[in-house]
């Protein structure tokens, strides 16, 4: 499953209102292009546990999990348990 479309709309909404959605490409570097700083880092995380019911580790919150949507989709992917029909 992808989660691309939520997370880029949420950073969209979020984080950079001033952007278009194809200026965010999936591995554009949130942090290094001051999009997110650590207190964003924090908001994502919230997000996302509330978002998707999961409890994200402390130890997970590194900015390699969540410095662009292709990572935060990765880690989503890793955490979020999938449904076996």
């Given amino acids: 499953m992808t989660y ?3 997370i880029k709309q949420f950073l969209l909404d979020e984080f950079a209102r001033d952007m278009r959605p194809e200026e965010i ?7 290094g292009n001051n999009v997110i700083d650590s207190l964003g880092l ?3 995380v ?17 900015p390699e999990n969540f410095n662009s ?17």
Avoid: C, Q
């Fill in 46 to 62: 919230a997000w996302l546990e509330n978002r998707y019911g999961i409890s994200i580790d402390v130890m997970d919150t590194v």
């Fill in 69 to 85: 949507v292709t990572a935060i989709n990765a880690y989503l992917e890793r955490v979020i348990p999938t449904k076996v029909a």
């Fill in 25 to 31: 490409e999936d591995d554009f570097d949130l942090i």
């Fill in 42 to 44: 924090l908001k994502i």
């Fill in 4 to 6: 691309h479309a939520s």
